[in-house]
């Protein structure tokens, strides 16, 4: 059985007491969502990064209580342009920035290039025996999940984070994605099921009963103005047959015999 569970590891710790110390707030920089699987011999919190990383996630906005920040990570499948093709969500990890390093430089010369270090993992977890897939992204809905994360970071302690949180999508958002993506799937399968549904020998039957009745009455004037019938010209319905025996087949919807 592979390791399940949730874990602040051993850096994420030691940023937490840094953060506590020098009074600065605790920076989460990204979330990120893998397909590792933590080997047993490994504990999770001496982790620095995830196994396999796949896909950035995102989160909720933290929410305090007490000594303990909650927020929800979240994946989706219609982030950063849309997943294309499918995975196994077995781990994930919250990252966040340590004040106390100072940038670096490589590639020192002309240009310089900048270089800040203290990233660290904050928080791992792993899904063990019980990975979930995430399909690829489809116009016929998304496909999205959710985990609920706790960090305790002491008393005073304030948790800020740098980068969007879109674990929520706001009315305008739902608007928009029921507008582009939903509704022309809604109008296809209306279309499909009213052509089906007109199709169907049974359906509008006061219709029908209208067009029967159009034509009785269309056969009468032909019957007056294009033959040599003289007298009174009639026609007869059959809303019943008591008194009448017949060969045909009573047609009840039609009011007609058919032979």
């Known amino acids: 059985m592979s390791q399940y569970g949730c874990t602040i590891t051993k850096k994420g710790r030691e940023l937490i007491a840094k953060v506590l110390a020098s009074k600065t707030p605790l920076t989460l920089t990204r979330v990120m969502m893998g397909s590792g699987i933590c080997p047993d011999d490994v504990f999770p919190g001496d982790l620095q990064d995830l196994i396999e990383p796949v896909a950035a996630g995102t989160s909720s906005t933290p929410v305090y209580d007490g000594d303990t ?63 979930q897939w995430v ?79 159009v034509d009785s009455r269309l056969s009468l004037l032909e019957l007056m103005y294009n033959t040599d019938v003289s007298g009174n010209p009639f026609t007869v319905t059959f809303e019943t047959l008591t008194g009448l025996v017949v060969s045909g087949v009573w047609n009840t919807t039609q009011k007609r015999i058919e032979f």
């Not at 016929?140 to 959710?146: A, E, H, I, K």
Request: hydrophobic share 35%; aromatic share 10%.
């Open 69 to 131: 920040v909650h927020m929800t990570v979240e994946y989706r499948s219609d982030m950063n342009g849309g997943l294309d093709h499918g995975f196994w969500i077995r781990e994930f990890g919250v990252f966040a920035k340590d004040p106390t390093v100072t940038p670096h430089v490589e590639n020192e010369g002309t240009p310089e290039e900048y270089v800040e270090d203290g990233e660290i993992l904050l928080y791992y977890a792993t899904l063990g025996d019980y990975p």
């Open 135 to 213: 399909s690829a992204f489809s116009d016929t809905g998304l496909d999205v999940r959710r985990y609920p994360v706790s960090i305790t970071v002491g008393e005073g302690a304030t948790v800020i984070i740098d980068y969007s949180p879109e674990a929520f999508m706001t009315s305008e958002d739902v608007e928009e994605f029921c507008m582009i993506s939903m509704l022309p799937v809604f109008m296809d399968e209306a279309r499909k099921l009213i052509a089906e549904h007109n199709a169907d020998p049974d359906a509008h039957p006061a219709i029908l009963n209208q067009i029967s009745t």
